[in-house]
């Protein structure tokens, strides 16, 4: 069996202490020190609404795309949302998820979900 070069972290919680000391924490870093060959952070739910009013946590995206950390947001929450050109403006892939999701979770996808 091959090693996982690939880590997708599913982002859900609002909460900026979890962001901040977790999400972009662990994201960032394993960029930084090779833990991981790539990172995808994908926003979804709360984290959506706290990207979109949260300067720290807007700064803290762009820390993390600087180390080379891919950044997509669910289309379906940031429409309900009504932020999802903010999101855009930010750098941020903005597309539907359901079944990239489901394809990942059926790949067995290295997935770490917050």
């Known amino acids: 069996m091959s090693e996982k070069k690939h880590l997708y972290i ?3 919680s609002a909460d ?8 972009f924490m662990y994201a960032i870093n394993s960029m930084a020190h090779d833990w991981w060959e790539e990172v995808t ?3 979804w739910g709360g984290s959506t609404k706290l990207v979109s009013e949260n300067e720290a946590i807007q700064r ?3 820390e993390a795309q600087e180390a ?14 009504g932020v999802s050109e903010q999101l855009e403006a930010l750098g941020i892939e903005v597309q539907y ?13 290295t997935l770490l979900t917050i």
């Open 97 to 109: 998820l359901g079944v990239s999701l489901t394809n990942l979770l059926k790949s067995n996808e």
């Open 41 to 43: 952070l994908i926003v």
């Open 10 to 12: 599913l982002w859900t």
């Open 60 to 62: 803290r995206i762009q």
């Open 68 to 81: 080379g950390v891919q950044v997509t947001a669910c289309k379906g929450c940031s429409d309900q949302l």
């Open 16 to 23: 900026p202490v979890t962001a901040d000391k977790m999400v």
